[in-house]
């Protein structure tokens, strides 16, 4: 990192923490009383604070990674600073350790752009920075650096372990992923994702051998058609079936796999993934969770991805494959007809934004899934023609990940997006500058109306006289 582009940088980091810190008094002072999942979360960090770690509140379902971590930063701050009383641990003081997180966000992001773009020269200093800046104020992430949920600290550790598998250093990053799983138990599917990219690097320069002994296309140039689909199975068959290949793999993936084994003991003594509370975390085939997804990621990544040439390819690609494309709709009517699920809560609680899209547009009519299928099928292409510069091999990896961490899960929650959104973007190339800046503004102007509604648009459910906010 150049010194210029050091201060640039610093300066960026003081600014964004500056603003998020007189948010948070404003949002702190009009909600200081825990809300929503806060409930449960700050009475049980509180009992660590004090020590009493044997007390668990079973309507709690992630592992205590947050409370763990809020306990080692807080405790000797308190002691240095000599804090007593309830203030130590108080909700305002377990918020602010979100904002914590929040820039140590803003500067793992930061890096991975450098790390994943460090061969193209073009890329300028303050491109860079934009992205990552503008990525970490992405809506849904940003709101809940707010609020003390587990997103940010996940975010965190989560990014954290792919930076250093960037870097190579393994052991670090699996340690990184035991700390991201103790904040949710499904970054273990990421953990699973830094061992993919190991074994998509390995198996692209067997490819790779293999293509210049025949003089065929590399493994990002591999044709949508039955026989380069074949070629791949048959590519894949052959890697798994070769004891070097098998032997280079677990040499180059052996912390990850030591993650995987201790998570499937706790799986087994655990009976199921989920602590606490079973009875809303369900798994199921929810496929159209993807769908949903495709949608999000193309509605925020409008100002980076989106452009005329990218429509004008997309309509020539209808026009050669129709045949693909028919299959494809299909396939997609048929995953909407019998695997769309609804989770209660989407029915039931209104302060949730999705609650409002749910009613809104899929409960119209009962058809209205159905005609959003070929606006899935554009995000589809939208979402692999961005990343047509990755190779074959991470995508699969990538796509095997993203689908793990979306399909099961029966509750249609934008929170579950924030790590599959931001590995996405961190991925495609850096876009112009007007872009960032637009992306920048896009995101600015959905936190500004979200803290805005959060804040000022309170109403109260007739057998209740708290204050309801509406939020992601």
């Known amino acids: ?13 003081s600014i964004n923490f500056l603003i998020s810190c ?3 008094s404003k949002i702190t002072r009009e ?50 600073a000599d804090l007593k009383g309830s203030v130590v641990c108080s909700t305002a003081m377990l918020r602010f350790i979100n904002l914590l997180f929040n820039s140590g966000n803003l500067y793992i992001i930061y890096l991975i752009i450098c790390r994943l773009h460090v061969k193209d ?44 598998t960037l870097y190579g250093s393994h052991k670090a990053s699996a340690f990184l992923g035991v700390c991201a799983v103790l904040f949710r138990q499904t970054n273990i599917i990421w953990v699973a994702f830094c061992a993919g990219t190991m074994v998509a690097q390995k198996m692209d320069e067997s490819w790779r051998t293999e293509s210049k002994k025949r003089d065929e296309k590399s493994p990002s140039q591999v044709p949508l058609t039955i026989n380069g689909a074949m070629r791949v199975m048959r590519f894949l068959l052959e890697f798994f079936k070769t004891p070097s290949n098998i032997k280079a793999v677990v040499l180059s993936t052996w912390p990850y796999i030591a993650v995987a084994v201790v998570f499937a003991v706790f799986v087994v003594l655990n009976d199921g993934i989920v602590v606490g509370d079973r009875s809303s975390h369900e798994a199921c085939l929810n496929f159209p969770q993807i769908f949903y997804f495709l949608s999000f990621t ?54 949730h934004f999705p609650f409002y899209v749910w009613k809104r547009i899929f409960q119209r009519h009962e058809f209205v899934r159905f005609l959003l299928v070929p606006g899935y099928v554009f995000a589809a292409w939208n979402f692999l023609d961005t990343l047509r510069s990755k190779s074959l091999f991470w995508f699969l990896c990538f796509a095997v990940c993203l689908v793990a961490a979306t399909v099961p899960q029966k509750l249609l ?38 803290v805005y509604i959060f804040i000022y648009k309170t109403f109260q459910w007739p057998d209740s006289t708290a204050a309801q906010r509406f939020m992601w």
């Open 413 to 450: 929650e934008f929170r579950y997006f924030i790590l599959p959104y931001l590995l996405y973007r961190v991925h495609i190339p850096v876009p112009s500058l007007p872009r960032l800046l637009l992306e920048f503004c896009l995101f600015t102007a959905v936190n500004a109306a979200t």
């Open 298 to 351: 193309l509605l925020f990544s409008l100002p980076t991805s989106l452009s005329y040439q990218r429509v004008v390819r997309f309509l020539q690609s209808l026009r050669k494959q129709p045949l693909i494309y028919a299959v494809l709709m299909m396939f997609s009517l048929f995953l909407v007809w019998k695997f769309t699920f609804v989770h209660k809560y989407l029915l039931a609680d209104n302060r």
């Open 1 to 13: 990192m150049e010194r210029f582009e050091v201060y640039i940088f610093t300066a960026l980091c």
């Open 22 to 24: 007189l948010l948070f």
């Open 31 to 80: 909600q200081r009383d825990p809300y929503m999942d806060e409930i449960f979360h700050v009475p049980q960090a509180q009992k660590y604070c004090e020590g009493k770690f044997h007390e668990w509140d079973p309507m709690i379902t992630t592992l205590p990674g947050l409370y763990l971590a809020s306990v080692g930063l807080i405790r000797p701050v308190a002691w240095l």
């Open 121 to 164: 020269k073009s890329r300028s200093a303050a491109r860079r920075i934009f992205s990552a800046l503008a990525l970490s104020t992405y809506p849904v992430l940003y709101f809940f650096t707010f609020l003390y949920y587990t997103d940010a600290g996940s975010t965190f550790f989560t990014l954290f372990m792919y930076l250093m």
